[in-house]
């Protein structure tokens, strides 16, 4: 009887081990979506989905010119939830309220973990390529990053609340994706008529000279504009000739949960600096960081140049809520998957966003505000507070530093010549 050679059997272990490591991997993802599920059922605030209320029950109002007198307060009595996005996102929201609320909300949260299960994909291929992907190793971390990306606080509130925030995040990185103009600006177009903050994808295209794909967008937009107004005209009015703007409107804009640069430097200066020379100062200052930070980043790194992007984005907007972070995600697989991944400081910084996420110290904060109208008065919490404005800072000084060190080192080897062409010298 023959004896399978040793190194058939080393073979074999080296085909069945990432077969293993992907099995493990589906159980453990297939028991966080059942622990989420199991979370919403038997929790007694596990289905209060705030944000969901009012998309469903917001977008009911159509047509009666009360879109924006509604108010949702069952939930949140400290803090009636109004609907504050553009008349277009109701349109869309508006077919939700069809069906019961109960199977609206599974069906949001088994969607909204399916989403970023995407965005988890789309980074990885960002990152290396689809053809890379096909390794079992990729499809393994994956798989387990979406498990682990399930309970960090981002995506945690995210589904709490029922929140939008992953599908705009998988919709922009697919226009990134995407090589065709009149995809990428459809994408964004319809992104930004839903939620006006992804508009900032926008100018990843623009720094890009995407022209095309850039002006698509800004028409696709208008388009949904367009639309709300032939059909809905009062509120169209009134949303973008009153209410937009108006931060207050979206809630406690000193509140900890606010994570933008007004947030955090209203709660050092104890009061709203609404859009004063402070503001405008530290959102300069934020660009002038996240231009320099693009420019050292290579021309072929689509999901860096994005965060770059994206970051600035959520520092300049008045309202940035701990939930609206989905992108620390795909920045922490970057950091540690990315093509800085070896240059000093890259872990330290993933370790920064993954114990800030794992934590969630906005979260854990919000329980030593009196309540949400409290601004901080500077201290030891204002501090604390900026976590996520302080790791963006952070962030762009690194990147800033670590790819033109790691451009200088590519150039010098380059300059080095090979043994061969010093001899064809």
Not at 38 to 58: A, Q
Not at 91 to 118: E, K, N, Q, S
Not at 223 to 246: A, I, N, R, W
Request: glycine fraction near 8%; avoid cysteine; proline fraction near 5%.
């Amino acid at each position: 009887m023959n004896r399978p050679s040793r190194s058939a059997v080393t073979a074999k272990a080296r085909l069945t081990e990432p077969v293993a490591q992907l099995r493990l991997a589906l159980i453990a993802l297939a028991l966080a979506v059942l622990a989420r599920i199991l979370w919403v059922v038997l929790v007694p605030n596990g289905m209060n989905l705030v944000d969901l209320h009012v998309y469903v029950d917001g977008s009911a109002q159509l047509g009666g010119g009360h879109l924006y007198d509604f108010t949702d307060s069952s939930k949140t009595p400290d803090f009636p939830l109004p609907f504050t996005y553009p008349p277009f996102a109701a349109i869309v929201f508006y077919p939700l309220h069809w069906l019961p609320f109960d199977v609206v909300a599974f069906g949001w949260l088994l969607l909204t973990m399916a989403a970023l299960y995407g965005v988890v994909w789309l980074s990885f291929e960002l990152l290396l390529g689809k053809a890379a992907l096909r390794e079992p190793k990729w499809r393994v971390a994956i798989v387990a990053w979406t498990a682990v990306g399930i309970w960090l606080e981002p995506m945690r509130t995210t589904l709490d609340y029922g929140q939008v925030n992953v599908f705009l995040v998988l919709g922009a990185m697919l226009a990134v994706r995407s090589t065709r103009w009149w995809i990428s600006g459809t994408l964004v177009g319809v992104l930004a008529g839903v939620k006006l903050t992804p508009a900032v994808t926008g100018l990843y295209f623009v720094a890009r000279r995407r022209w095309w794909t850039a002006l698509w967008s800004g028409a696709v937009f208008a388009g949904t504009v367009l639309l709300s107004y032939l059909t809905l005209p009062e509120e169209t009015e009134k949303y973008f000739g009153e209410l937009l703007g108006d931060a207050t409107r979206i809630g406690p804009v000193g509140s900890v949960s606010n994570q933008s640069l007004r947030g955090a430097l209203s709660r050092f200066a104890g009061h709203d600096v609404q859009s004063g020379p402070l503001l405008i100062g530290a959102i300069l200052v934020t660009a002038v960081l996240a231009v320099l930070a693009w420019r050292a980043l290579r021309s072929d790194d689509l999901l860096g140049t994005l965060i770059v992007v994206q970051f600035f984005g959520l520092m300049a907007s008045p309202i940035s809520w701990s939930h609206h972070w989905i992108w620390l995600i795909p920045t922490v697989l970057w950091l540690l998957y990315g093509p800085l991944r070896e240059v000093a400081g890259a872990r330290a910084v993933a370790a920064f966003w993954m114990v800030d996420m794992v934590i969630g110290l906005p979260w854990v904060l919000a329980f030593f505000q009196p309540t949400i109208w409290t601004i901080s008065r500077p201290g030891i919490l204002s501090l604390l507070g900026a976590v996520n404005v302080i790791g963006v800072l952070i962030f762009y000084v690194w990147v800033i530093r670590a790819g033109r060190r790691e451009r200088s080192g590519v150039d010098a080897a380059a300059r080095v010549p090979t043994q061969g062409s010093a001899r064809a010298g």
